[in-house]
């Protein structure tokens, strides 16, 4: 079992919907939970981080981080054709210094 | 200022070329990650440094030599490369292992 679990999609929205990314993790332990966006040939780049259960919002993107179910999403709102792209969910624990990547869902914002 | 700088930005290189790595940060973080991306998958973790001492190493094989010089400086060196090598190679750094990653533009390696 991997310890980050995304649905590698495609996952297609028509321009202006809310884009909805989810993530499922198995370490208990795990503290923090990262969201980066990465285009095509691009490297990683930082979306959001959340610590704390319930929601964080920042621009059009809200992360939302259940604890007991062990699940994470990430919200955008008034999808944009530039928000096509791979989105990468990421769990990390201070203990044993460990960070894990999920495998990414490929998001198609739709003109 | 969250910037990772790597260079070269593309390298092709042949199986018996020794060629190395760069990537710089200057945001005082202590932990430096290199990893390996296929396309269409997620970033594979190769090593971690620690206030620059290596802390993890992912079973890499030995024709690549990772190097910390200093808290700043994060080098990968490449020997004897195979064909199946070539893939986007990635240099992230954080405060502190754990903490947010900030990922430099990465090199594209194509070993012929």
């Known amino acids: 079992q991997k310890e980050v679990e995304q649905n590698s999609g495609p996952l297609s929205v028509p321009e202006g919907a809310i884009a909805s990314l989810n993530c499922t993790y198995s370490?208990?332990?795990?503290?923090?939970f990262f969201w980066y966006r990465q285009y095509s040939g691009k490297s990683p780049e930082l979306i959001m981080f959340?610590?704390?259960?319930g929601d964080k919002e920042d621009g059009r993107f809200t992360a939302q981080l259940n604890k007991a179910s062990q699940y994470v999403s990430l919200l955008i709102r008034d999808s944009q054709p530039s928000d096509s792209a791979t989105y990468l969910c990421a769990s990390s624990r201070d203990t044993g210094n460990q960070f894990y990547f999920g495998t990414g869902t490929s998001l198609t914002v739709i003109p | 200022d969250t910037e990772v700088t790597q260079t070269p930005k593309h390298l092709v290189m042949g199986m018996t070329n020794k060629k190395s790595l760069k990537c710089e940060q200057h945001?005082?973080?202590?932990?430096m990650y290199w990893y390996k991306q296929k396309a269409k998958k997620p970033p594979e973790l190769m090593f971690v440094?620690?206030?620059?001492?290596?802390?993890i190493n992912e079973s890499v094989p030995s024709r690549f030599s990772p190097e910390c010089p200093n808290s700043s400086l994060l080098n990968l060196h490449l020997h004897a490369l195979q064909p199946e090598d070539s893939a986007l190679y990635l240099c992230?750094?954080?405060?502190?292992?754990?903490?947010?990653?900030?990922f430099g533009p990465g090199t594209r390696l194509t070993v012929l």
């Open positions: 992230a750094s954080s405060r502190a292992v754990a903490d947010t990653q900030y």
């Open positions: 440094y620690s206030y620059e001492k290596l802390s």
């Open positions: 370490d208990r332990g795990s503290q923090s």
């Open positions: 945001m005082g973080h202590r932990a």
């Open positions: 959340i610590y704390s259960n």
